[in-house]
């Protein structure tokens, strides 16, 4: 709605007072919203909290408490406890006693108990949404109209999910405790996120809330326990941050769910590292707005409202960054400065407002610096004069132009009312714009050309892009990122794999490792053995000895030597050296990774039929030397021809497997509450390292990089530590079978040695390995530097020639990162 920039007070002025002068002034009068109820029922507990655990509130002595504020008077609102390790044990006892017997519901009573839940957030929905924006200092018309609601959502829509568990989900099983830990921005919502998949798919949980803002969850596990559900199911503790972390490392917690900064993200996959809990990390944005010439500015600009100042800007997928082509971008940021005069600021529950204070004064200190920074730097900040109320921790909207790409402001995440701009002449540019950051969660894209927004929207690394929109959200669309964004979905189908295991698969305990990391792929290069490698064979009854094999590395579609031109000895069970590979080194990873980064591109947009054929073709070379990969294999390895036949045969059947989920695993369209399309894609992951096990050497190795390649990844594989020699006969099958050079890279030497250059790359995107437990521990530690995706087992040996373990959905699943896409309409029957 256009009007001047009203005055934020409490009341309107004599002046505008009457009829005629509002329709003078067009001034907006306050709408407040009660808070008595909420006041009640803070008052109701003598404004004091202790955790909820087991359906009861526990109020251990001896505790600090940490006071909350509200955000825009500053009052207390209430005191809450500083819990301690053993509220931790005790909410965890709870929570795995609750777990016996919650998991073992039939599908139809726990979704009956979701929906209990849903209807009684319905009940209480407008005290929901006053403690929420009381405690956290957003309007009460975005907690009442969007928070809420979505709660409301994804509890109906996971009691689905809980209904059809056993059709839909019938490999997997419930993973068990799940450590649920939700920042300030939005308290309830996220919280929802992780609790709805988690007890639709038989888990209970234990959740600590923001230190900031710690309310609204209270309030909801009271909510939980008068909807009828179990002691135990859902526990709430409070304390700050390293009480989550100790809830996060606590033995009997097995999956921990996060939001929250890449900082913490990246400390939670270190603290865990090793020890078998599933970690699924949602993390911070620098989301870009795309906007070309060929976009309706008017709507744009109400977009750019939407994406940036929405929640005062302290929203992970928050459009931070605006990109636009430079023909509108004068007349673009005209219209945004505009628009941001007729923004109000106000008590959050004036349900007038469009924007309500910052969650903290060290928050809003922060935002200040940044923009600080920005202005030494040269930058132009515009900024509303006169727009802040008097009182509370305000900070207004702010728009930054003039700015370089290497900028602070555009590169780091600032959580706060700011908005940076940046120009772009041709859409490859500002793809390379808007890919020109660390994050990968969301972006937007703004044209009326359809064909234009579907490829950018295609081109642009982030987990959820919206056309001609920003900052949708919906239960039956996964949310999640790539890169410093994190990995895992909050949402969907695809949501609920974060929350479940392999049915056939126990929970990974391992002993703790207690080496030192650093020791880990600590190498010396071979040297020459007495024990001969070469064969002999007759030549017009003379024994004389066979031409020498020399098995060099294999990247970039060409064999290579190593780069220290050192080699390793093979040997056969009797420890006699078989043959020579070549060991290679960190500067061979390197190249193979380049490679496989300059493969990437052209194989990733190959259409899938020609992957499978690929794949196919690879089945039919392998038959064609049949015989003689299994004699060789028998005779080094000391096992019967007749076994490695059959690794033989089951590798053929494997890449026939794998070639038919070429073209079958591509997506769909979720059903959203969008009037439009939701489009699922399953996106290739990237580059991705592996490092195979020493079990069934051939199998293994085509188990591993069969699924990787037919969705689209390039990989870089280290075969079998004890018989190379089965993955290096792959050389011909790949170069008689069309396979692109970079696609598939294998770098033999020390399995550890090479595993530990590989796992630190910083430019692969995810990394399997199949190995020992300490080896394990450090690739999961190390990932944290740049939050690559890890698939690890810890030691535990898996059955390759099973179905069950050597292929399926988990394969499927670790190949591939969602992304979604929101396409509205409204043309035809807009009105």
């Known amino acids: 709605m256009a009007a001047t920039r009203p005055n934020n007070t409490s009341s309107l002025s004599t002046e505008t007072n009457s009829v005629a002068g509002i329709f003078d002034t067009m001034s907006y009068g306050p709408a407040p919203e009660t808070e008595n109820a909420a006041q009640a029922w803070i008052e109701k507990h003598k404004r004091s909290f202790g955790h909820f655990i087991d359906n009861k509130w526990v109020k251990p002595v001896g505790r600090k408490t940490y006071t909350s504020k509200s955000p825009v008077t500053g009052e207390v609102l209430s005191e809450t406890i500083q819990g301690e390790e053993e509220d931790i044990e005790l909410a965890v006892s709870a929570a795995r006693k609750a777990f016996q017997s919650w998991s073992k519901l039939s599908c139809d009573v726990r979704a009956r108990y979701l929906y209990s839940i849903a209807r009684h957030v319905q009940k209480h929905s407008r005290l929901l949404s006053v403690v929420e924006a009381l405690d956290n200092g957003k309007s009460i018309r975005e907690t009442r109209d969007c928070d ?24 997997w099983k419930p993973v068990g405790v799940v450590g649920a830990i939700v920042p300030w921005n939005f308290p309830l919502m996220l919280l929802t996120w992780k609790v709805c998949p988690a007890l639709a798919m038989g888990n209970t949980v234990v959740l600590k809330p923001a230190t900031y803002t710690r309310l609204s969850a209270l309030l909801f596990a009271e909510i939980c326990a008068e909807a009828g559900l179990p002691p135990g199911v859902f526990n709430v503790v409070t304390g700050n941050g390293a009480f989550g972390s100790k809830l996060a490392i606590h033995k009997q917690v097995d999956k921990v769910a996060f939001t929250g900064s890449t900082q913490v993200g990246q400390i939670l996959r270190k603290l865990t590292a090793g020890s078998g809990k599933k970690l699924s990390l949602e993390l911070g944005g620098k989301s870009p707005v795309v906007v070309f010439e060929s976009a309706d500015l008017d709507s744009t600009v109400e977009g750019i409202v939407d994406a940036i100042w929405f929640n005062q800007g302290q929203v992970c997928s928050a459009g931070s960054r605006l990109i636009v082509q430079e023909t509108v971008l004068e007349e673009l940021v005209d219209k945004l400065k505009e628009r941001m005069k007729h923004l109000r600021l106000g008590h959050s529950l004036d349900k007038a407002i469009d924007m309500g204070p910052i969650v903290d004064p060290s928050q809003k200190k922060s935002i200040s610096d940044y923009v600080e920074r920005a202005r030494k730097e040269g930058a132009e900040v515009y900024q509303v004069p006169g727009c802040l109320p008097k009182e509370g921790c305000y900070y207004p909207p702010t728009l930054i132009t003039k700015v370089q790409t290497s900028s602070v402001v555009v590169m780091e995440e600032i959580f706060g009312p700011v908005l940076v701009v940046l120009a772009f002449r041709t859409a490859k540019e500002a793809i390379a714009l808007g890919n020109n950051t660390n994050y990968g969660l969301a972006a937007s894209v703004w044209t009326e050309n359809v064909s234009l927004a579907m490829e950018v929207a295609l081109s642009l690394k982030a987990g959820a892009v919206w056309i001609n929109a920003h900052n949708m959200f919906d239960a039956a669309a996964g949310f999640g990122g790539y890169k410093h964004s994190g990995y895992g979905r909050d949402g969907g189908k695809e949501g609920l794999y974060e929350y479940v295991s392999p049915a056939w698969q126990d929970r990974p305990c391992p002993q703790p490792v207690e080496d030192d990391l650093k020791t880990f792929g600590v190498a010396v290069p071979s040297t020459p053995s007495n024990s001969a490698s070469t064969d002999f064979i007759k030549v017009d ?23 220290g031109n050192y080699s390793r000895s093979v040997r056969n069970v009797s420890g006699e050296v078989v043959t020579l590979v070549a060991d290679g080194n960190r500067k061979d990873i390197r190249n193979a990774v380049e490679a496989a980064h300059k493969a990437a591109p052209g194989w990733g947009k190959r259409a899938a039929h020609n992957r499978a054929q690929i794949v196919y073709y690879m089945a039919e070379n392998l038959e064609l030397r049949r015989d003689e990969v299994a004699k060789r294999m028998s005779l080094a390895r000391g096992r019967t021809l007749e076994e490695t036949l059959k690794e033989v045969d089951l590798a053929i059947r494997r890449l026939f497997y794998w070639g038919a989920y070429a073209d079958k695993f591509g997506g769909t369209v979720q059903e959203t509450l969008l009037y439009g399309a939701t489009v699922k894609i399953h996106e290739p992951v990237g580059v991705i390292g592996i490092a195979c096990p020493s079990q069934h050497p051939l199998l293994s190795f085509v188990s591993l990089f069969a699924p990787a390649v037919v969705r689209g990844n390039t990989v870089v594989v280290i075969p079998s530590d004890e018989y190379p020699v089965a993955a290096l006969d792959f050389y011909q099958v790949f170069e008689t079978s069309d396979l692109p050079a970079g696609v598939v890279n294998i770098i033999t030497g020390d399995h550890s040695h090479l595993t530990k250059y590989l796992a630190e790359h910083q430019d692969i995107q995810a990394m399997w390995y199949f190995g020992t437990a300490f080896g394990s521990k450090y690739v999961e530690h190390i990932s944290a530097e740049n939050l690559k995706r890890t698939w690890v087992d810890y030691g535990i040996v898996r059955d390759w020639t099973s179905k069950e373990q050597g292929q399926g959905e988990e394969f499927l699943y670790q190949s591939t990162q969602v992304k979604n896409v929101w396409i509205p309409m409204g043309e035809t029957f807009a009105n």
């Open 541 to 563: 009854g003379v024994s004389v000895p066979s031409i020498d094999h020399t098995y060099k590395l294999y990247y970039g579609g060409a064999q290579k030597r190593p780069d």
């Open 148 to 171: 809420i609601p979505l709660v409301v959502r994804h509890f109906y829509h996971h009691a689905g999910w809980a209904e059809l568990m056993d059709s839909e989900m019938s490999n």
